[in-house]
């Protein structure tokens, strides 16, 4: 509930509070405006207002709102801070008519602000809860039944009476029922339809107004079967209406409540009984057509309506007939000739006749040269099944087809299927004036006479046969030339071939006798071509030839054979012999050079003449080696790979080059072989797989089908990786000497910090911290170790590394840890370091780096120390890169210059603190090598760095002490075009108990042994 107004809190930090007990004053808000405030119900108010036009200077956090009952003379808070700065408040649980009075006031970070004016609501009088579980049942078709639950409360007076109202769909419209004047939870509304649905709902009302409405509650009231359809009508249906009767109805005037589903159709022969169901329709159409009736049918129907509760009384009934059709078609037709001009048709009776008598038939014929069908007998007149054809237009061993059609007195029904029959013919006799003409070498032409009767058949066509043995055997040539012509051409036949020829005419009803024989000889021709020829080489000097004899000597014996050359691919042609005058069918061609091509043919001759050539033939003689490849060059183009190219032989040796033999050695002395044979005429090959640093020397052959020539003269080349290499060194060297740089300034800084922290001021000192690490050094002469027992130089060098020097620039043992006002200072740090990896199995190094430290640094009060340090290292270190086929040696060198910013915060104990710093460098990487010369790229580093210290105890100059440092680092190499680009990410933390042992001397001076243990922890590229 409400808490009296009190001094409240507002703006806490970590610092201070602030007591905002009394209002107004510098940088507060200004009262909030037009506040306002409404009731929403019986229970709550609604507050709503403007923010201030001022906010004194600083945001608003939230709003202080007060309530009063009594008119404003007392208040109480509803909300200390409201903590938003939402300018609304729903005030709840207030009672029915209570009158309340509110104020607001703004809050920031400096206090509350004047309150507002105050704004007042009164809540309204309550009516009543809705009613309760409202139910609806219905009695019988037309009454439904509604009982309810009084409400829980009556609400500000008593329960006057009931709104009633109902809808047919339960969310809108809704219409009123009854306004009941009595406390009486029920009311039946009756007269309604069967199958009607209502939903309902009830409101209670009293002096105050009406409650909320109460649940929906759904009933419907019983249906039952609907009303019989009216006005049954029955017509003949389709287009002649033979065959279908329509129905037409109209809808019941009630559906009995409940929808119609369909309507059920029966048909009876006389309308008294033997009703049998016709179908069921489904829908709401009142059409329906009855299919498949026979012509001249007349039924009686009845239709009834159909809904879920059951079927309607019958309709009045209707009496519909089909028209009568023409009959049916015919079956079984069949046609029988009875001679050369008599056929005789019979049938079967149609299946239906339309609903009439059949009285005749019609019969109609076509015939092979008859476009349409030809009406013969219009109507028989006659029921029976049958008919001859005796027209004295049929024609002997003609095909004659015929189609019935049945008569009644509707019209003639559908034509039956066709038959077919033939009359009977005769053989025509033989022809006559046979003869045959030789034309040329391989045709003979016979003409006759066609016969002098047909056999009452047309002639269709002749056969022809022939005999090459004085006609003692006869061969059909042709068994029918499907033709009237007299004559004919035998083709294809061979010179001074004798063929004996005979004919016979052909009608339908057979072949007649043959004609006299005639007789002819076709005329000699030139030879065949000669098959087969063949040319080889034997030797480097000639090409022997050899062929077949023709298949066919064109009727004359073959005496020779001309014999043609080219030395021009068959361009252009000459004898080489003009007519052999032999039947030999071979033939040398001698005193050819080497590596020569000639093509042939070869024609034969008889007394005729000579025929065609034969096909081309050729050969080449035997070809010699080619000369040696000139021009090789050797080029390395990747670290891996290297690529010849050279020119082709001036002389292929008489045959085309297919390849080349390439060799390879190391020295130049002893050659292997890289590629036995190219099997190509390129003249280039790339050899891969190569190790960086490689040397090979190289010499090629060329190939022809005579073996492989003398070999070109040598060419070499080395493969390189400059590139790669200055990657292998960034990826191993940087990691090192970046982690040193960043280790230099952070062990600067956080000494610097810990001078401060432990009241030391500005003091010189000198740390060689490498010394701590030697022991293991000294010892190990492996690749991890120094080898000083060795007498490596290198290790004299490790005996430094690690060792800084401070040096302040101002007045020694400044009291800054005890300023209390602003007080700077400057100071200097070094640190030289020892790195490498010497007997690394890929790249062995080692070398100095020096890095020199410069700050100067601002005391802010007791506990803070500001200030920045500058950095230059700079480092170079020996390399051999031995991941190649030989090592490279040369120098890998480094420069960094960097800005460090960083802040300190001292707890006020000696030796305690906490710092951070971040930093940001830019430099240079170089690689020189003995290969690749030397090579830059810039480079960048990002730092961030902090750390912290406590004192666990100390005493005199000595102590215990816990610490703890940590930096991450970025390194990015830019890149150039021979040094790839690098970006290293790394991590280092360290947490250390230090113990101090110090000594005084008589005249001051302090000297002081630290003996730092812990554990580190590092990671990245």
Do not use: C
């Not at 004016?117 to 439904?144: D, K, Q």
């Not at 079967?225 to 279908?244: C, E």
């Not at 090598?929 to 100390?954: C, I, N, V």
């Not at 102590?959 to 991450?968: D, F, H, I, M, S």
């Amino acid at each position: 509930g409400p808490r009296p107004a009190g001094n409240r809190a507002f703006g806490f930090t970590d610092l201070s509070v602030r007591n905002i007990s009394r209002q107004g004053g510098p940088g507060v808000p200004d009262a909030p405006r037009n506040l306002l405030a409404v009731a929403e119900s019986s229970t709550e108010v609604a507050l709503t207002w403007d923010a201030p036009a001022e906010d004194g200077g600083r945001d608003i956090t939230g709003y202080w709102i007060q309530e009063s009952s009594d008119g404003g003379a007392t208040w109480f808070n509803l909300e200390h801070d409201t903590e938003s700065t939402a300018t609304s408040y729903r005030r709840t649980g207030l009672a029915a008519g209570a009158t309340r009075h509110y104020r607001v006031a703004a809050i920031n970070f400096n206090g509350a602000g004047a309150f507002s004016s105050a704004a007042v609501a009164t809540t309204r009088e309550r009516v009543p809860n809705p009613p309760r579980s409202l139910t609806a049942s219905r009695r019988g078709t037309s009454t439904i039944q509604l009982n309810w639950t009084a409400p829980a409360s009556s609400g500000g007076g008593p329960v006057a009476g009931y709104r009633i109202e109902w809808s047919r769909t339960g969310s809108s419209p809704w219409t009123l029922e009854a306004t009941t004047d009595s406390r009486t939870s029920s009311y039946t509304d009756r007269d309604l339809g069967p199958g009607t649905t209502r939903h309902y709902r009830v409101a209670a009302t009293n002096s105050s107004g009406r409650s909320a409405w109460s649940n929906v509650a759904r009933a419907t009231t019983e249906a039952t079967v609907p009303g019989a359809p009216t006005g049954l009508r029955a017509t003949p249906g389709g287009l002649d209406g033979s065959s279908q009767v329509l129905l037409a109805w109209t809808r019941p005037a009630t559906d009995g409540g409940a929808a119609i589903t369909g309507y059920r159709i029966e048909a009876s022969p006389t309308g008294v009984g033997r009703w049998t169901p016709v179908i069921t329709v489904h829908g709401v159409s009142t059409t329906f057509l009855h299919t498949d009736l026979p012509p001249g049918t007349s039924r009686y129907y009845r239709v009834a309506a159909v809904n879920r509760v059951g079927r309607s009384v019958w309709s009045n009934l209707a009496q519909g007939t089909t028209n009568a059709a023409a009959p049916g078609r015919p079956s079984g037709l069949r046609a029988r000739a009875d001679g050369p001009t008599s056929i005789t048709l019979t049938w079967e009776s149609p299946a239906t006749d339309g609903g009439a008598l059949i009285t005749g038939y019609s019969i109609r014929r076509r015939g092979p040269h008859d476009g349409t069908w030809i009406i013969i007998r219009s109507d028989t007149r006659s029921i029976a099944p049958t008919f001859t054809d005796t027209d004295p237009s049929l024609r002997p061993a003609t095909v004659y087809r015929y189609q019935v059609a049945a008569i009644n007195r509707v019209g003639t029904g559908e034509w039956s299927f066709e038959t077919a029959a033939t009359t009977h013919p005769d053989v025509p006799s033989a022809p006559y004036s046979l003869s045959a003409q030789a034309v040329g070498t391989s045709r003979i032409d016979l003409s006759w006479r066609a016969p002098r009767t047909t056999g009452g058949a047309p002639v269709l066509g002749y056969r022809i046969e022939t005999s090459s043995d004085a006609g003692s055997t006869w061969r059909i040539i042709r068994r029918n030339t499907g033709s009237t012509a007299t004559t004919f051409s035998d083709v294809n036949l061979q010179p001074a071939t004798t063929r004996h020829y005979r004919v016979a005419a052909i009608n339908t009803a057979g072949t007649g006798p043959f004609s006299n024989f005639a007789r002819a000889t076709t005329d000699a021709t030139l030879p065949g071509v000669p098959r087969s020829l063949a040319a080889s080489a034997v030797g480097t000097s000639r090409i022997d030839l050899s062929w077949r004899v023709p298949t066919n000597d064109g009727g004359a014996r073959v005496t020779g054979y001309r014999i043609e050359v080219s030395e021009d691919v068959g361009v252009t042609w000459e004898d080489l012999v003009g007519n052999t005058r032999t039947t030999r069918t071979t033939y040398s061609h001698t005193g050819l050079e080497p590596a020569t091509t000639r093509h042939y043919r070869v024609s034969a001759v008889n007394r005729i003449g000579m025929g065609n050539a034969s096909r081309v033939a050729s050969a080449t003689t035997d070809a010699t080696v080619p000369d040696a490849p000139t021009g090789l060059m050797a080029t390395a183009v990747s670290p891996t790979r290297i690529d010849l190219v050279w020119f082709a032989p001036a002389y292929d040796g008489g045959a085309p080059i297919t390849g080349y033999l390439i060799e390879v050695s190391e020295t130049g002395a002893g050659w292997t072989s890289l590629v036995i044979n190219t099997g190509t005429v390129g003249t280039t090959f790339s050899h891969t797989g190569l190790l960086p640093g490689s040397r090979r020397h190289y010499r090629v052959s060329a190939i022809n089908r005579a073996g492989t020539g003398t070999p070109s003269a040598s060419a070499s080349a080395a493969t390189d990786d400059p590139v790669q290499r200055a990657g292998r060194l960034n990826t191993r060297v940087l990691p090192h000497v970046a982690a040193a740089m960043t280790s230099s300034t952070v062990s600067a800084i956080a000494g610097r910090v810990d001078a401060v922290a432990r009241g030391m001021g500005m003091e010189r000192r000198v740390e060689a911290n490498g010394l701590s690490s030697m022991a293991a050094s000294l010892s190990a002469p492996g690749a991890g170790g120094l080898g000083l027992a060795q007498g490596d130089q290198a290790g004299l060098a490790a005996l430094f590394g690690g060792t800084s020097f401070q040096m302040p620039f101002d007045i020694p043992d400044a009291p800054q840890q005890s300023a209390t006002g602003m007080q700077m200072a400057s100071w200097g740090a070094g640190e030289y370091h020892y790195l490498g990896e010497p007997g690394a199995s890929a790249v062995d190094w080692k070398g100095n780096m020096l890095s020199a430290h410069l700050g100067v640094d601002l005391r802010v009060g007791p506990d803070i120390l500001a200030g920045v340090a500058g950095s230059y290292s700079s480092g170079s270190f020996d390399f051999t890169d031995k991941t190649g086929a030989s090592r490279v040696t040369g120098t890998y060198g480094t420069t960094m210059a960097s800005v460090h910013p960083y802040l300190a915060w001292f707890s006020g104990a000696p030796g305690t603190s906490v710092w951070g710093s971040a930093g940001l460098g830019r430099g240079d990487v170089e690689v020189d090598d003995a290969r690749a010369g030397l090579r830059t790229s810039p480079a960048s580093m990002m730092t961030g760095a902090g750390g912290a210290s406590y004192q666990l105890f100390s005493r005199g100059v000595g102590g215990v002490r816990v610490k703890a440092e940590g930096w991450a680092g970025r390194v990015v190499v830019d890149g150039s075009e021979e040094i790839q680009e690098v970006t290293l990410n790394m991590q280092r933390g360290k947490l250390a108990l230090e113990l101090t042992q110090g000594f005084r001397a008589d005249g001051g001076q302090e000297m002081a042994f630290v003996l730092e243990g812990g554990m580190r922890y590092d990671n990245g590229d």
